[in-house]
């Protein structure tokens, strides 16, 4: 864990939050290879749970809501935690809206999920999506943490990306077992190490009285196995709620034939898948990080999956102080950089150093331009080496197929 840490600051991943000022317990900052990271992620998500799918959309609600939704949801009773003198403290941060007089108490939210439940009649009534349909939303949630810990593990302002999958009551089994699989194909996508992920079934006891069924994905973290997300049957519970509290029916309507006029009126049962961004990032920076041996030399490298990894790749002239190698570097890494952003390049010190400064941050490729390039040996011109991270092996390939390299 203290290596992962390191590292995560040293090559600007991610800082101690407000550092400069002693940080702030359970707050951290993404750096800039960080916030790559993380996009790519987040990015990955949205597309395989959002834009790859046709029962899926996306939702992006307030962070602060009314907070008559808090009581309905039940956290203003009952989200808390004990305390050491086992008194129930409520981790829900409060906060105050409006000019004095009139200020209204009001909360960050502890979990993104509320924002989909008071939006589904407008979803609903803009979309008419067909059941079973799902919302999907990224963002930051927020919790007065007792005692935050183990890095970005346990903060108290974290992101989540979680799904309101809506379906008939009698369904629920059936889309409980698919999203049971789309976890495991996220991690899987993310490059977590699908060996280090355990299923546990939350017992009749541990459950939230609504839930039928609720599953934790817990993954071998350095320390400890410990929950990475969720996935729970939370019936009609919060539509429920809601439609009482706000006096506003969140039903569907759904024909029962055609033309016949018949229709049944229903409030639609849940599953909710539940990740979290930064426990991800955590189980992609613990599966990733590998040290071994290359060329008598010890090393240390991060094993990105490509999906994930912050630079695709780095362009390198072999030499700095050649402007000819330089300008037709500049020219390569111009060329890539148009359709692959997240391109990188480095003149800095020598090649073994820049090998090992890429191998750390996890870049798939470092590409070289060299004298060859430049023609020296007529049969090579425009052609440039490519080095595979994880074998540190090189080949040749013309600067023509570097860009379908990069993107496959
Ligand atoms: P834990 O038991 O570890 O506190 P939880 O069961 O309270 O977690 P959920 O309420 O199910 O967590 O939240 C869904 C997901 O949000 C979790 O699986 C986790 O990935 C993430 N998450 C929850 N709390 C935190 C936190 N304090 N810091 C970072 N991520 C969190």
Redesign the pocket.
């Known amino acids: 864990m203290d290596k992962i840490i390191s590292l995560a600051k040293r090559r600007g991943f991610i800082y101690p939050g407000s550092e400069i000022y002693g940080g702030f317990s359970g707050f951290w900052d993404y750096g800039p290879l960080g916030v790559e990271l993380k996009n790519n992620v987040k990015q990955l998500w949205w597309r395989m749970f959002v834009q790859d799918r046709d029962d899926m959309c996306g939702l992006d609600a307030a962070i602060v809501m009314n907070p008559e939704a808090w009581k309905a949801s039940g956290h203003v009773s009952g989200f808390a935690d004990p305390l050491e003198n086992g008194k129930m403290f409520n981790t829900m941060f409060s906060t105050s809206v409006g000019a004095a007089a009139e200020a209204t108490t009001a909360y960050l939210r502890p ?1 993104t999920a509320g924002g989909i439940f008071v939006n589904f009649k407008n979803v609903v009534d803009s979309l008419h999506p067909k059941l079973p349909f799902g919302i999907a939303q990224i963002g930051k949630a927020f ?1 007065n ?1 007792i005692a935050p810990r183990d890095f ?4 108290r302002e ?1 992101e ?1 990306m979680e799904i309101e999958y809506f379906v008939r009551p009698q369904e629920w089994e059936s889309a409980f077992e698919e999203w049971r699989q789309n976890v495991h194909a996220f991690n899987e996508a993310v490059g977590i190490a699908s060996g280090s992920v355990h299923e546990v079934e939350v017992a009749d006891s541990d459950r939230a009285h609504y839930s039928k069924r609720t599953i934790d994905f817990e993954f071998d973290f350095p320390f400890g196995r ?5 996935l729970a049957y939370r019936g009609d519970f919060d539509l429920q709620a809601h439609s009482e509290a706000s006096s506003v029916p969140l039903t569907y309507h759904e024909e029962l034939g055609a033309n016949t006029g018949s229709k049944n009126i229903f409030i639609p049962h849940v599953v909710e898948p ?3 961004v ?2 991800t990032i955590l189980a992609v920076l613990a599966s990733a990080y590998t040290e071994d041996e290359l060329g008598g030399e010890s090393r240390v490298y991060l094993k990105f999956n490509s999906a994930v990894a912050p630079i695709k790749a780095a362009v390198f002239p072999l030499l700095k102080n050649k402007p000819e190698l330089v300008a037709k570097a500049r020219e390569v890494y111009a060329m890539l950089k148009k359709q692959i952003p997240q391109i990188m390049w480095d003149d800095n010190g020598n090649i073994g150093k820049r090998y090992r400064r890429q191998d750390e941050i996890g870049t798939p490729h470092c590409i070289t331009v060299d004298f060859d390039t430049l023609g020296e040996k007529p049969e090579l011109k425009d052609t440039v080496t490519i080095r595979n991270r994880d074998t540190g092996k090189q080949e040749r390939v013309p600067i023509g197929s570097l860009r379908e390299r990069i993107a496959n």
Not at 226 to 230: I, P
């Open positions: 979990e919790r943490e970005i593990f346990r903060a974290f989540q410990k929950e990475l997300s969720g539940s990740f979290g930064d426990r």
